[in-house]
Structure formats: structure tokens, C-alpha cells
């Protein structure tokens, strides 16, 4: 086979990320994050002080040969390795994200695979790649045996839960989410825009996005991360106070209400910062969202309601049988 | 874009580039029962090495477009898998024979410095950057517990194991190679293997994968080389290996160690080891800082080097002992 | 916390009964997961009425997850997917119920250090993510004891609370062998101190429960001669001394569920309207099955005696 020196442009960029909450009674210092994200003996953790703490494992690679998901049927084969890394904001809040690039046109047949491994993080087509129609299949979900960047994830984060750091003891019950992502080359001369955020099942988000040719997959796949994780945060304090019994008007449910609460303050409100690790041009593209649905102004409503809940059950009620349990 | 105001050197990456050479020829490996056959087998050797050397420089110098090409030697003993003999007593006498085949050895190493040099564990790092190569139907789920400390070429026979109650168990079936042409020629290389105690052995092949790799510039530890060569100051050499430089340069007007390719001059018999190389090159991927840098150096010195990091090493066999 | 629902025969209501105990806890709020690793006979879809969302489980269940042949077990979320038409309106500040059945045609199977593995990953996930998991284990001293017994004593479960309901029929053979399971040399007892389990810990940490007990007193047997009820009274008495000498007497019983004839007919969940409107099901069932529910996490019921 001859030598090839390049690639073509990549027209189609697509991930997944997990989000969920370190199951570990304390909050990570930043050096037992580094300990947790060292998948490699060689590689540093990224690591990072403002505006806040966060920490990024080395990339990892996982090799892949299998049909691309698309939306009409179409069955187009690719090989190629999907770059996965895992993030802990905080010490607290744990991702794992994978993502692959995707030229317009591939070899007609494999390769030698040292080919592929010079290209971290890109799977080729075998041929052309229909490209809307495999972002619309990946976004729609892949069928069993074609490209799943959301195992990879999954199991990158199967990795890391496993570390013996972890003491298994979130200090409260959550649920993990799951973000899918497809970029589409803008049109010429167009900025990035942000064409779709869809809130699917329960634990499902779905980003369609458009970005210049030659944006970085880098940092495509940090803004991803960084509207997973916003997008968490908002599900699963929305969902803390979901399961309150608000105004019941038991005594006992002062207590309830201060246990259910705290965590939220003590963990997650100084979370917030959208666009903190973004780069600028694309950092933009909170823009839209925080005009409507508004994801701060939802959060910045929440907040005020768990303080006044908390305020409300600090002050010491004469007629209360119980008081709130510390 | 403009360039953000306030960072953070712990948050970002960087990669300490290396001096490169256009070829680096290795004169050969050194073991024990090379050593107990005497000055003798070593003369045999390098004799046998001298003409292909001649060719490999000519060869270099013709993809130099004629200038002068950086080629620089090299020479590995093994002190990891047997220890035998002393530095003082060996290393005069390999030089010395050496030299009476015109040959002059630039560097020297240690086997055991591709396992462990200083403090940086190279071998588990290498190890740890390896991705197995997918066979076909590989979508991303984790593959069922890869054969700790095995690598193989293709796909292995499956194992059996106990099906479900009221399911049939599978017949055998042929292991694979993935890049077979119509037939497989499948290799599964042994990586390591551990004693009783937990110690790790690496496997020859493996340390050689990783000397492969140190020859190509291409060994970082969080972005810093790694087996960088220290000079040979003093007059002789010491009377235990663990005191000798894992890589020492004795030539001080030697071409740099790492080069754009290798050539190594070997006996048949570490055919089978260099193909094992070749299977574990093949599915290591190496740091991309250090990768970008050979490519984009080598590009500018209009000598590109081939894609896949297997590509960039060849071999010369004699057949002898 | 994790339950897991043990028995030593089939036939003694076990995952019934647990689908209740996982039905009723979810009543009061909880989130509650419910894990079928009966396998060589999954019933679950059956009780909570789901058999629609079976459909095509045939490899993402349970068994396939544990070999490693998919990532996540499919999960059904029972409210949503249930064809039950009670259960469909999700009542009011329940909270979650959700099934993890096993594969459509999966057969019991031997388990090794990754199927263990990944076993531990789930009962992790899930006890992070639900207030109390539900494991329901095939009969008997099965590869599925074996494995949570194994899971348990792992050191990243060190930090998991976990309780286990050893489900029995009220009946001399079901004493003597419920009693086996939990005491006998390999028992669940001896079996988990031989994978680093203290034995106190590991007995303090079982109850038990009598299915299908007959009450004398009532009014299903009131048609009864006298002769009758005398005679179940002694059966009664002997019963309870034979399970005081195996062991499982009064002290270590988390709950008597009575004989319910809607049970015996057809296995499913307990609502308040079979009780109250329809009145199928009896009162006492019903009331039965919330009391069992409550001491769950009711550390008076537990604990060394």
C-alpha cells in the first residue's frame, strides 16, 4: 500500500459525555485528583485553579471498526480510535467525555493500524461519509453494533469509579446524565452556532452544533463538557427539589427539608460558571440558551429557593414539635 | 484569537523536544551467551555488521538528496534479563573489537533502561499507551478483559467457557490476524509476566519495542525525554552496571542518538523478537507532541517520514549465530 | 441499602412478595430499584406488568451485562412502561420504580472475577442513584447468592448497608430448608465468613420471611369445622417451635405475609384499590406488606439479638 501523508478536512465531529456525582463522602483535593485521573504512568493531569478547581486525565484511545449509526440506513464502515478523557470540577463533580473526527472521504479499505494510531481521535470512512445522515444517527441514538462513543465513555467512567480513592459514599442520592453531540461544518464565512439542545428521555441531552472548519476538537469537546456539566447541575438540584414535601406542614419534615437541602449548598451552588474553561469564540454559544430557556436565570431561581427553604427552617419555630436536625 | 491573559502552566500540556539524527544504525545486541563465547564471536559479528553499515549510510546519504546525513551508532548489552561480568572488564573489550572492523560505537545502553531509567518507569509507560488494534465489530464496548500481558496481531480463538444453562458451548474456532491478506499469520506476544512475588519481568520483545521507540525520539514521561544520553567523562568504566549511564555517549562528536529511522544489523535468530516489535509498534500510540515534532522537523528537512511509527525502523539479517 | 431476596425453594412467593416490598417502598417516596438475577427463571416482568418493554431484552439484560456483552442492563421504568392500568398514573409523590430485568431466554450461569466485577459496578451505580435496591436471587444456594455474597465482601463495598429477606412457605419442609440456606455448613452464613464476611454482621443483617402463612383465625377458614381449626392451631404451634429450633424462630422474622388467594392465582403487585374498591385482595395482605416495607429500614428489627 502507498504511504499517505493526510487526511481531508474533518466535516463531522460527534461525542458523548457522562456526568454524575463522585461517589466519595469528601470533595477530591486537587492532588487526589490527580492521583484518580492518572490513566497513565507518563502523562500529567491537567490541572487547573481558576476559576475554580478542575482536573483533566490524559486522553485514552479506543480502537473502532464498525458501521457509523445514520438516519436513513445508509451502512458505512469506518475505522479509526475515539479520544476519551475524564474531568472531576471541584473534586466533585465527575465526567467522562469521548469523541471522534470524521473526514469527508476515507481509504477504500483498512489500513495498517499504526496509520490510525498517528491520528488520534479520528475514525475514517471507508469510503464517503454521509455526513448528515450520521449525525442525525448518532444524535438519534446508534442501534446495536454500530459507532458508540457513549460506551466508550461509559466505560472510561467504569475505569475510574472503580480507583480505590473513591469511598463510595456520595454524600446524597443522584442521577447520572448523558450528553450526545454532533458538530456540522458552518457555512463559509459563518461563526459557531449552537442549532439544538434537546432534553430527551430522563437522562438524555442531545447538542447539534455548527462550527468552522479547522475548530479544534479539543475545544468542541470542552464546551460539550462544560454544558453537560451545567446542564447536570440544573437536573439534579431541580431534582432534590422535586422530592421534597414542601408547605406538608409536619413538624418532622423541617428536618427532612435541612437534610435534603444542605448537600446542594455544601457541594453544588458554587459550581456555577458557564463558559469558565470555553474558548472565547465558542464560549458564544451559551449565549442562546441563556436567552431562553435561560439555564441561569433557572438556576439563579433555584438557588434563592433553596436559601429561603433553609432560611425558613433556621428559624426557631415556637410551635414546632421538632426542631431541624443538625 | 487572541492569547488569554492569565494561565495556568499546570493546565497546560508541553513536550520537550529532543535533538534528531536522519539514522540511527544499531551494531548489535550483547548477551551472556554472546559474552561467555568470547572475544571471538564478537569479531564474527561485527565483521559480519561492517558492509551493511556501508549500505545503510549510502542508503541515508542518497535520502539526504547527497548532503551530508546525521548518522549516529548504537550498541545494546543486556544487564536485565542476566547480569554477568562488569563494565570494566566488558565494555573496553567490545569497543576494541569494534574498532578493529572500522566500526566506532556511539552510544551505548542498557537493556535495563528500557525498563526502568531513574525513576521513570519507561516500560509500564509504553505499556500503558498501548490500543489494541479493533477487528472488524469493534463499536466501543470495552472488550471482554483483554489477556493481561498478551498482545496479539488479530483475534484470538475464542475461550470456552461455561454457556447458560440450556445454551450450546462454541466450537473452536481459527484465530485471526486483522490485516490478513486472505491468510493469517497470527502472533500473540507475551508483553510480561509476574512471579510469585508480584515482581514484573518484561519480555525481550517488549523492552525492544520500547529501545525502538527510545531510538525514534518518541519516549516522553509528562512531556520530558527520557533516556537522554549522558557523556562518558571519566577515564574507564565502572565495576558494576547499575553505576554505568543507562545510555552513554562515548563518541563526543557523535550525530544525536534519536533519529527520523533506525536500522538495526542483527543474526536471524531475533527474527522472531523484531516481528513481535513490529506487532507491538504497530498498536502503541506514542506522544503526539513528540510525534508532531519528528514529523514537522523531518518535513522541513524534506526527508518525511513515513506515517506509522512500525514504518520508521528497518532491519538487516545475517544469518550466523 | 441493598435487600437481597433469598429462598431456598421456588414456589415460596420470594419475588412476589420482594416486587410488593420494591412496589410499596416507592409509595413513600423512595427510589427504589428492583434487579431480577433469577436467572434461570425471570418472573419480574410478569409481577410488575411490563411484558411490552420485554420485548427485545433478548441480550441487554442482566445476563448480557454480566458477561460483558453490554455495557448498561436495559432498565424499564415501571410507571411509565407498565401495562398495568393502576400503575400507569403514577400516584403522587412516589418516587421511582424501576426494573432491571434479566435477557429474554437467559439461563442460569457460572460467574467469574469480571462477571463479579461488574456485578459490583451495578450494586455501586445503583446505590448511588436509588434509596433501596432490591436483588431478587434464584432458589437455593445458586451462582447468584454465591455472586452477591462475593460482591458484598469486596472492598469497594465496604461502605454499602445491605440487608437480606430469606423468603419461606410456612410449612415443616420449608422451615427445615429455609433454615439450611441461611445455617447449613456452605449456607449463606458459612459461605459469606468463608469470603470475609463476620459472621455477626452477616447474621444480623438477615431476617426472615413467612409467605403464605394460613391465618386460623380468618374468615377464609371461618366455614371450617372446629375439628379444623383445632387441628391447624397444633400445626401452628408445631411450626413454630420446629423454626425456634432452626433458628429462624419469632426473634430473627421481619414479616408474615398471609395466605392471599389473588397471589396464589396470579402473581402480581398489590394496590389499594384490589383492596378497597375492586376487593380482591384481602386487607391484611395489603397491610402486611406495608408493615415488612416500613421495618426494612426500621433498625429496631435488626440488628444481633
Known sequence: ?326 | ?321 | MLVFAASDKGGTGRSVTSANLAYQRALTGDHVAYVDFDFGSPTAAAVFDVPGAMRGTEELGLHSYLEGETAEPVRIDVWRQTEHPLLRARPNQSGRLVLFPGDAGGGEFATGEEALERCVDLLLKLNNEFDVTFVDLSAGRSYAVDMVLDATAHPRMRNVPFRWLVFHRWTRQHVIAASGLVHAEHGIIGGGVERGHDEDDLRSAIRFVRAAVPDPESPLWSQGSTAQATWMQACDEALRRLAAEHRIGDSVVLGIVPLEPILQWQEQLITEEDVLSTQIANKETLEALEEIARRLTDDTHWGRL
Open chain 2, 1 to 321: 484569537m487572541t492569547e488569554p491573559v492569565f494561565r495556568e502552566t499546570a493546565a497546560e500540556p508541553r513536550t520537550q523536544s529532543v535533538p534528531l539524527a536522519h539514522l540511527s544504525v544499531e551494531l548489535g545486541h550483547l548477551y551472556m551467551e554472546d559474552f561467555e563465547a568470547g572475544p571471538e564471536r564478537l569479531r564474527a559479528h561485527f565483521a559480519e555488521v561492517r558492509p551493511w553499515v556501508e549500505a545503510a549510510r549510502t542508503a541515508a546519504t542518497a535520502r539526504a538528496g547527497g548532503k551530508r546525513a546525521r548518522i549516529s551508532t548504537c550498541f545494546l548489552i543486556d544487564d536485565y534479563f542476566t547480569r554477568f561480568s562488569t563494565p570494566a572488564d566488558v565494555v573496553p573489550m567490545l569497543l576494541e573489537e569494534a574498532e578493529r572492523a572500522g566500526l566506532t560505537v556511539d552510544y551505548l545502553a542498557r537493556e535495563s533502561g528500557c525498563a526502568v531509567t531513574g525513576k521513570v518507569p519507561v516500560a509500564e509507560a509504553v505499556a500503558a499507551r498501548i490500543v489494541e488494534s479493533p477487528p472488524p465489530g469493534s463499536y466501543g464496548l470495552r472488550p471482554p478483559a483483554a489477556q493481561t500481558g498478551w498482545l496479539a496481531n488479530g483475534e484470538r480463538s475464542p475461550v470456552a467457557r461455561a454457556p447458560q444453562a440450556m445454551k450450546r458451548a462454541v466450537p473452536w474456532q481459527p484465530p485471526h490476524e486483522t490485516a490478513a491478506r486472505r491468510h493469517s499469520v497470527f502472533l500473540d506476544v507475551e508483553l510480561w509476566s509476574d512471579d510469585a512475588d508480584g515482581q514484573r519481568l518484561w519480555s525481550c520483545p517488549f523492552l525492544a519495542a520500547v529501545w525502538q521507540l527510545a531510538r525514534l525520539g518518541l519516549l516522553r514521561n509528562e512531556g520530558e525525554a527520557v533516556l537522554a544520553p549522558r557523556p562518558h567523562t571519566a577515564g574507564g568504566f565502572p565495576d558494576k552496571w547499575d553505576e554505568l549511564p543507562t545510555l552513554l555517549r562515548l563518541n563526543e562528536r557523535a550525530d544525536p542518538f534519536a533519529a527520523y529511522r533506525t536500522c538495526s544489523v542483527l543474526p536471524t535468530r531475533f527474527l522472531p523478537v523484531e516481528h513481535a516489535v513490529r506487532v507491538i509498534l504497530d498498536q502503541v500510540q506514542v506522544d503526539p507532541g513528540a510525534l508532531a515534532q519528528v514529523a514537522d522537523r523531518s518535513g522541513k528537512e524534506r526527508m518525511p517520514v513515513p506515517d506509522s511509527v512500525a514504518d520508521r525502523i528497518s532491519y538487516v539479517y545475517y544469518s550466523g549465530p
Open chain 1, 1 to 326: 500500500m502507498a504511504p499517505r501523508q493526510s487526511t481531508p478536512p474533518v466535516v463531522l465531529a460527534c461525542g458523548e459525555i457522562r456526568t454524575c456525582l463522585l461517589p466519595a463522602r469528601q470533595a477530591l483535593d486537587i492532588r487526589s485528583a490527580a492521583q484518580l485521573l492518572g490513566l497513565r504512568a507518563d502523562e500529567r493531569v491537567l490541572l487547573s485553579e481558576r476559576p475554580g478547581l478542575y482536573a483533566r486525565s490524559p486522553d485514552t484511545l479506543t480502537g473502532v471498526d464498525c458501521p457509523l449509526p445514520s438516519a436513513n440506513g445508509a451502512r458505512v464502515r469506518a475505522v479509526g480510535t475515539v479520544t476519551a478523557h475524564a474531568a472531576l470540577t471541584e473534586g466533585r463533580v465527575l465526567q467522562t467525555s469521548a469523541y471522534c473526527r470524521m473526514p469527508g472521504t476515507g481509504p477504500d479499505q483498512r489500513r495498517p493500524w499504526g496509520e490510525y494510531l498517528v491520528r488520534p481521535g479520528v475514525v475514517e470512512p471507508l469510503g464517503k461519509l454521509p455526513r448528515e445522515a450520521v449525525a442525525q444517527g448518532v444524535l438519534g441514538g446508534p442501534r446495536h453494533g454500530d459507532l458508540d462513543v457513549g460506551l466508550i465513555a461509559d466505560g472510561l467512567l467504569t475505569r475510574v469509579l472503580r480507583h480505590p480513592l473513591l469511598d463510595q459514599r456520595p454524600p446524597f442520592r443522584s442521577r447520572p446524565t448523558r450528553l450526545r453531540w454532533a458538530a456540522l461544518p458552518a457555512a463559509p464565512g459563518e461563526g459557531p452556532s449552537l442549532e439544538r439542545f434537546t432534553l430527551a428521555e430522563d437522562e438524555l441531552r442531545t447538542v447539534r452544533l455548527r462550527v468552522p472548519e479547522g475548530t479544534p476538537g479539543t475545544e468542541l469537546a470542552a464546551l460539550c463538557d462544560d454544558l453537560a456539566l451545567h446542564d447536570w447541575l440544573l437536573t439534579t438540584v431541580v431534582r432534590m427539589l422535586d422530592g421534597l414535601r414542601l408547605g406538608a406542614g409536619a413538624a418532622q419534615d423541617a428536618g427532612a427539608v435541612v437534610r435534603t437541602l444542605r448537600p446542594a449548598v455544601d457541594h453544588l451552588l458554587h459550581l456555577w460558571m458557564p463558559g469558565a474553561r470555553v474558548g472565547r469564540e465558542l464560549a458564544a454559544l451559551w449565549d442562546p440558551l441563556e436567552e431562553r430557556p435561560g439555564f441561569t436565570r433557572q438556576w439563579q431561581a433555584l438557588v434563592q429557593r433553596i436559601r429561603d427553604q433553609l432560611t425558613l427552617h433556621a428559624i426557631p419555630a415556637a410551635h414546632r414539635e421538632v426542631e431541624p436536625a443538625p
